[in-house]
Every structure is written in C-alpha cells, then in structure tokens.
C-alpha cells in the first residue's frame, strides 16, 4: 500500500491635448473591440477553441439541468427542475441518458430507475429500485459499456450496489476489511467496468467481481475529496485543500492544477480527457447549498489561476454563453460528454 503624476497645462495647450486624448481614447476602444470580437478567448461571441468539444451539462437553480454545445456555445434546458431527480447520468458514447427519480409515496420507498434515448427519448429500460434501508435518495450510473448501473447511497446500511441496466441484481459490496462505507465516500467507473473508490483515507481500484481491492494512493490530508477520473482511465483530479490536484492512475506526479484566493471544486473532464470544466469560487449558500463559477482548464500543465479578481492564466475559459458576457454559475451535478 503549492506614481501618480500629477501634471499642469496652461490655457493655450487644453485644446490640443483635449482633442490628443480623444484620439487616444478612440484608438484604445478600438482596439479592445477588435481584441473582443476576433480574440479566441471570448466565448461570448462564438470564440470557443476549436479544440473544445462535446457538451456540458450543468444543474443550476430552478432551471433544472442546462446543456451548452462547444465550440458554438448554444444550447438550453435539458432536464425541467425537478425536485424528485437524485441525479442523471449520461453514457460515454452520448447514446443513453440515466434518470433516477425518487417516486416514493406513504409506506413506499421507491427509486425509478429510467435508461432511455438521447435523440428521440424513447424509453430503453425502467425499474423499480428499493434500498436495504428504504432510503429514497441513492443514485445511479452507467457503467462504460452501458450494461451495468452502479447504485450510491448516503447510507452505509445500502452498501455499493451493481445492477444490470434492466435492473436484475449483481452484487453489493457492503464495506472495505470490515468497515462500512462512509456516506460521502466516492464511487466512480473505470474502463473494463472497474470501480475506483475512496474509503477513508485510502483511493482504492476494485476490479470484476469486486472481491478484492488494489492501493491506487493513500490520501493523508486533512481535507480532500471531488475525485474524478478521465473516460480514459488514466488521469485522476482530486481536490486538496483549495485547489485541484491531477496524478496518474497509479496514484504517482501529484501535481497541482488550480490556484487562486478561493476554492475550485466539482471538477468534470472533457470526454478526449485533455480538458476539465472546473467550479470556482466555490461558496456555500446555505446550510446544504453550494454555488461556482465554470471555467475549462487543460488537465495538464499549471497551475493555473481562476481567481475571479485577479488576472486568470491565458489558458482559463470561463463559460459564457453566445452572445452574452455572464459567466454562467452551477450549484449541482455537472457532466462533460
């Protein structure tokens, strides 16, 4: 097992350095609308890199879940809020979309499991779920051969739960060399349909059947946690502290990512794996809310600065919409696919 001048003219000059200052003035607006209109960081008006891909899916407020499409920036509503939605899942290939509903009703504990289609949404496979401890609010995702959904739970009593995508029972893992799973302990897919798991202080790789367990690296920091992995399997992202760090899938070149005068948290990858959409400025809201600002980053490289004051690195892309100048913000689940 990181001189204020102050300068004085006398009458006959005014004039003349009134009309110089005009012209400067011009010049310099001039120049900043050519630098935002055909500058390549200016997502606003359509600039995305061509590089950037896919679409990203991001849950904010009473606007349910928003999709965007890069490089052109466009999109809209994906999912309505709905207060019932643990979450949604997406497949690797873009094909499926998981929605897990909490449909309990009195004396009923019921979790509606929903795989169906992503350009005509015809409905590929629904079941009924229910937890060992009737608890309404576990969530599902698609293992990356779309055949397997693996269940969370906020309730160490529900184990780690894998299904077949039609429902039928595979197995539960209920703890790690005797103890339980913490409720906020993460559950991700690898290729080849592994788990990659944390477990207190430990990031660990289960692999078919999910007997037996394998030390990815042993996290001895007071607070960390947002781990994800690329659909590659081959780079992890972990928050430490404030910042997010990358390392390889063996868990060696820790290397920090972000930095700035905040938190950056939620991180999501690109599907090539080359890029993360990235939550900054991360806040709490409420006694359970939280809520960022989004940005892309490279995976690699840095570390990169998204502070929202003070001058980013050229590589930060903040997420802007066409045609509009607000970065968007996002308080729940984000995807990249």
Not at 14 to 36: D, E, G, H, T
């Amino acid at each position: 097992m990181k001189i204020d001048t102050i300068q004085t003219i006398d009458k006959d000059t005014r004039p003349y350095l009134y009309r110089l200052n005009l012209m400067l003035l011009s010049s310099l607006l001039f120049l900043i609308a050519c630098s935002k209109s055909d500058g390549p960081d200016d997502p606003g008006n359509n600039k995305y890199p061509e590089y950037l891909s896919g679409t990203i899916y991001y849950d904010w407020a009473t606007e349910g879940i928003i999709k965007m499409s890069l490089p052109d920036g466009t999109g809209g509503a994906f999912i309505p809020d709905n207060t019932k939605l643990n979450n949604f899942d997406i497949s690797r290939d873009g094909k499926l979309r998981l929605s897990v509903i909490n449909a309990s009703s009195l004396g009923q504990y019921d979790i509606r499991f929903t795989i169906s289609n992503m350009d005509d949404s015809g409905i590929v496979e629904e079941f009924i779920y229910n937890s060992p401890s009737t608890n309404t609010f576990c969530k599902g995702f698609l293992s990356p051969d779309n055949n397997f959904i693996v269940v969370t739970s906020n309730d160490a009593e529900d184990g780690i739960t894998i299904l077949k995508r039609n429902g039928e029972f595979v197995t539960r893992i209920m703890g790690i060399n005797g103890e339980e799973f913490d409720f906020n302990e993460t559950r991700l897919w690898l290729p080849n349909n592994s788990l990659l798991l944390t477990h207190g202080k430990l990031i660990l790789r289960l692999d078919p059947p999910y007997t037996n367990g394998t030390l990815v690296r042993q996290m001895d920091y007071d607070d960390w946690g947002d781990l994800q992995v690329n659909m590659q399997g081959s780079m992890l992202v972990v928050r430490i502290g404030n910042h997010l760090h990358t390392m390889n899938m063996d868990g060696t070149n820790l290397t920090q990512l972000t930095t700035s005068n905040f938190k950056e948290a939620e991180p999501a990858f690109s599907p090539d794996g080359r890029h993360l959409l990235i939550g900054t400025e991360y806040r709490q809201t409420g006694p359970f809310g939280y809520i960022w600002q989004l940005k892309i980053i490279p995976s690699t490289g840095g570390p990169y600065n998204v502070d929202p004051i003070e001058q980013n690195s050229p590589e930060a892309i903040p997420v802007i919409w066409k045609d509009k100048d607000k970065i968007e913000a996002a308080g729940g689940q984000m995807l990249w696919r």
